[in-house]
């Protein structure tokens, strides 16, 4: 996913719950929505993984 910091986040959000596949190789947490949408993603990884 190609797209400036602020967006990041809510795009990745949206992709995953769109049920895409999505490599973010930049950090997401850089503030407080990013950091739910970070705990967010980890709760679905999780999901997917049992």
Known sequence: MFTLPHFRPEYLKA???AGKHVF???????????????????VVIQGLQS
């Open 24 to 42: 973010a190789e930049k950090p997401v947490a850089v503030d407080a929505l990013a950091r739910r949408v970070r705990e967010f993603l980890e």
């Open 15 to 17: 992709a995953v719950e």
